[in-house]
């Protein structure tokens, strides 16, 4: 299975900035998805990137606070943007094995504080 | 929609217990299932899956059935460890290719 390299690990961020999220993939992967996990929460799926289009963002999520970035099909990332308390959580960037017929493979996540 | 529900957490068991935590879908279809597990402080790890009914899946000493006539996919291991201290979450592939989750269920096991 793909193995994903996500950093940083963790921050901890000011209010009113911004953090670039990075995930790289050991191999070419036609979609990545970028998930958001609230304390204590199940995860939430912000937006599936595909190479040379733009990403598409479930309900609730806007580009301009989560824009993505997807230069090639090995390479992904997510900023979060003027970032207030309430988007403290782990965000995780995910790969579809085989068509996603047989699941997933997660980066290590990115625990994010702001304070 | 398609949709997951597991129980309610945490559950708490004595080292070498038997340990359930149920899962059920509703699903137009026959989904692919999923179970994955986070450790503390870590990222989500596929820990098994089933494709089609009466698939057996299985890793590291636990199991799930896919059952289609009971929409389950409960997940159980014999003897349970305190490393299997973790956050397992059960989900399903939509027919978009997509997960939806259910709401995980944080397992502590006491030594």
């Known amino acids: 299975s793909a193995v994903i390299s996500q950093k940083p690990s963790r921050d901890i961020c000011q209010r009113g900035t911004s953090l670039t999220i990075q995930c790289q993939v050991d191999?070419?992967?036609?979609?990545m998805f970028w998930y958001r996990q609230q304390p204590g929460q199940s995860l939430t799926l912000i937006a599936t990137?595909?190479?040379?289009?733009?990403?598409?963002?479930e309900s609730g999520f806007v580009i301009d606070k989560f824009p993505i970035s997807r230069p090639n099909l090995t390479f992904s990332t997510l900023t979060v943007s003027n970032m207030s308390p309430e988007d403290s959580s782990i965000y995780l960037c995910?790969?579809?094995?085989?068509?996603?017929?047989?699941?997933?493979?997660f980066g290590s996540g990115t625990r994010l504080t702001v304070v | 929609g398609d949709s997951v529900t597991q129980m309610e957490g945490p559950v708490t068991l004595s080292e070498e217990a038997f340990l359930t935590i149920n899962c059920t879908y509703t699903?137009?279809?026959?989904?692919?299932l999923f179970w994955y597990v986070q450790y503390p402080g870590e990222g989500l790890q596929l820990l098994l899956k089933?494709?089609?009914a009466d698939d057996k899946g299985s890793n590291k000493g636990f199991e799930a059935t896919y059952r289609k006539e009971t929409t389950s996919f409960h997940l159980e291991k014999g003897s349970v460890q305190v490393s299997d201290s973790a956050v397992y979450f059960c989900?399903?592939?939509?027919?978009?290719?997509?997960?939806?989750w259910g709401a995980g269920t944080k397992l502590i096991i006491k030594p």
């Open positions: 995910s790969v579809e094995e085989d068509e996603g017929i047989y699941g997933y493979t």
């Open positions: 191999s070419q992967v036609t979609m």
């Open positions: 990137a595909n190479q040379g289009s733009e990403a598409t963002y």
């Open positions: 699903a137009t279809g026959y989904p692919s």
């Open positions: 089933a494709t089609k």
């Open positions: 989900a399903l592939m939509d027919s978009n290719y997509q997960l939806i």
